[in-house]
């Protein structure tokens, strides 16, 4: 059964002291191959040999964290290796530490355990060890006298508000009945098997690293708070406050104590908050606050979540981590989604009022898909706030509702909260289609712009003479405002019309559908005219590629920029005959101005080439020159999608790598082009051009930032040459050529 997060879960900052020196694991050499790897939902991953083990469930209490207990136990392919040989089930279970225990309560801890359960008496002659668990302090018993079979090894660990148990018991193959009853001796072979499986656990959960600290002025405060939260210390009883200002700069403590200094990191989520919440001040028995936000989310409801809001931020930035479980007040299914066999709808709502529409296995854990986020409506929060705060909480299934009040739910009053959940998550899906005629019309536009010039270009063409190159006479200006246009749509969509997450990031769900709407090659049957062996020529012009778009982390702040690759309609007879090829990669940055488009590909024409602009072309050098000077429209000869990676070049800038090869009649052309990025966009500082069809091995992007061209003998005699390993590296913030020694 999936368990409810409490959203009273303490977050604890946990040391163990006064222990004694930990237990050592057994030295063994595990292969890896034939090891499956589990992943929780609740926040852990661990190994575990599928030739000799299986993953089951266990028997779950009402306070065990969803999937439940899970058990790593033998299999009877064991059995049959081993038969009536004494083996080791393993449990694990998550659950919340609701009273606030440190690893000083280690006897509390182990004993009260949601797998077994005994008398604390039982550890008076046992020695309690320390222990480490993926570099988390824990304590660990061995060979305890509990249970219908005994305790092998029991190991506790304190994750943020949570308590992660391990505990392995002694396991009987039963055998072949009909084979010779022996007594089951322990094997130091099947207990060093156990410690393996035990050392591959690591824990994972949902929870980020908050922003560094330390060092920060803090401005006039929007937000201030003081007030009584278990958050941080797991204490209610003492004063906390709180201030932020507009840039995310935080001031907190104790009432009574010196205020430290911490920050939000540039957080998208402030930003919105900021702008979507009206202000307000409270005074309250337990809680004053005083808001100054420019929005118009009003009304106690809002106020609530604000609040709670600035509860959990207390807390996560004092122990220094963030986490959306904990956060989380709802978690419901709401069906299998048509056509997605094994998928179900999903809605999750953060207790301030933050939701997202998903999809995700109906059996839980695996990958959530089309996720779409947005806040709720007011109409929607005062429904939502009076569950939460008015009725207690809830189970049915997989799914949770963490109710606060008191009201208990009666048989059959689930019904309300399915409802609920069923119109969110129907009015969070329907936004996105909902924005798609507005926002399409940019792209239409471009679409028929493009058809427009195809008609016009073709109703003008004459078959050049003999020798002559194939080209179609393109207006280059009408190119350009083809693909500005279309770099201006991929923006005003961003800004206007896509689902973000609380990091301000577009959701999946509007990835795809920016990448959708940017399919701008119309669709065409027409006539290239001319009287000879092959004209006129009937052609078919169409998209060559399907468009993508994702994130990239380009400048490293831990926020994705939008990385689109689709492309436009251009076409001619030089470099193939009339294939479409018209390549376009966009960069999306959002800054204060909003979501901004710079293009990357095609490099040439379209990206400025820096002041310490550096060119390698062995074989090619005045055409790498020339095309510095091409129009818009010779620029689009190239394909779509380069590859592009976002290298680590150490100085403190951040780069593009955007690599391709472009096939021509008669050569195979690499090229690669280094990009700075600057605030105004992206510079080409180093462009690498392989014009040779010998080139097998072309560049290599090395950790350190040297990027190293191999040496190319000359193998063949209609090769065009050979040259030396050429090696790039970055002095004082430019490429430069490093003397071949």
Known sequence: MKTMISLRALALVLVLSGCVMPLPTPPMAIDEIGWQTYRADSGYEIQYPLATYSMRDGRTGPEVLYPGVKVVEPNDSFYYQEPRAQTYRLSIAVSENRDGLTLDDAEQLLARSQLLAYDPALLAETAIEAYTLDETPAVRVNDLAAGPNGIATQIVALHGPFVYELLAEPHFLTGNQAAPWAQPAPSPDNRQLLEAIIAT???????????????????????????????????????????????????????????????????????????????????????????????????????????????????????????????????????????????????????????????????????????????????????????????????????????????????????????????????????????????????????????????????????????????????????????????????????????????????????????????????????????????????????????????????????????????????????????VRGGVSIVYVAGDAGWQGHLIWPVNHYVPRADDYLEYAPFRTEQAAEQANWSAAQALIYDPAPQVESPNLIDGSAYLAVSHVRRTPVDDIRELTVLRWRPQGPEAVLHIMLDNWCVSAEWEIRSDGAIVVPALPEPFPHCQGAYDEQTFVLEDGRFVAQPKR
């Open 201 to 579: 656990f690591r824990l994972t959960g949902d929870d980020e690293a908050m922003p560094a600290t330390g060092g920060v002025t803090l401005g006039e405060p929007i937000l201030a708070w003081q007030g009584y939260t278990e958050m941080g210390d797991g204490d209610p009883t003492r004063c906390k406050q709180m201030a932020i200002d507009a840039d995310g700069n935080v001031e907190l403590g104790l009432c009574d104590g010196p205020a430290e200094s911490r920050s939000l990191g540039g957080s998208q989520e402030w930003t919105e908050i900021q702008t979507r919440f009206a202000p307000f001040t409270l005074d309250a028995v337990s809680d004053s606050v005083a808001f100054g936000g420019v929005g118009d989310l009003a009304g106690p409801a809002w106020q609530r979540a604000l609040l709670a809001w600035t509860h959990f931020t207390y807390g996560e930035l004092v122990i220094g981590r963030t986490s959306a479980a904990a956060r989380t007040a709802l978690s419901w299914y709401l069906g299998e989604a048509p056509g997605q066999s094994g998928l179900c709808n999903h809605l999750t709502v953060l207790v301030y009022g933050y939701a997202y529409a998903e999809q995700a296995p109906c059996q839980g854990g695996g990958t959530v898909q089309n996720r779409v986020g947005g806040w709720l409506t007011t109409a929607e929060m005062d429904a939502f706030d009076a569950m939460l705060y008015r009725r207690g909480p809830l189970y049915e299934g997989d799914n949770y509702f963490s109710g606060l009040g008191d009201q208990p739910w009666a048989d059959g009053d689930s019904i309300v909260v399915e409802e609920w959940a069923q119109q969110v998550y129907a009015r969070l899906v329907d936004t996105t289609a909902a924005h798609s005629p507005d926002c399409a019309a940019a792209f239409i536009q471009v679409r028929a712009l493009t058809a427009d010039a195809t008609h016009e270009a073709l109703h003008d063409f004459t078959w050049p003479e003999p020798g002559e190159p194939v080209l179609l006479g393109w207006d280059p200006a009408l190119w350009e405002a083809i693909v500005q246009q279309l770099v201006d749509a991929g923006a005003r969509y961003l800004n206007e019309c896509a689902n973000v997450g609380p990091a301000g990031e577009p959701t999946t769900a509007a990835l795809a559908e920016l990448a959708e709407l940017s399919r701008v090659v119309p669709h065409l049957e027409v006539t290239i005219p001319g009287e000879g062996d092959f004209l006129p020529l009937d052609l078919v012009v169409a998209e060559t590629v399907t468009p993508a778009a994702q994130l990239l982390d380009i400048d490293s702040d831990g926020r994705g920029e939008v990385l689109l690759h689709t492309q436009v309609g251009y076409f001619d007879g030089e470099q193939i005959l009339f294939g």
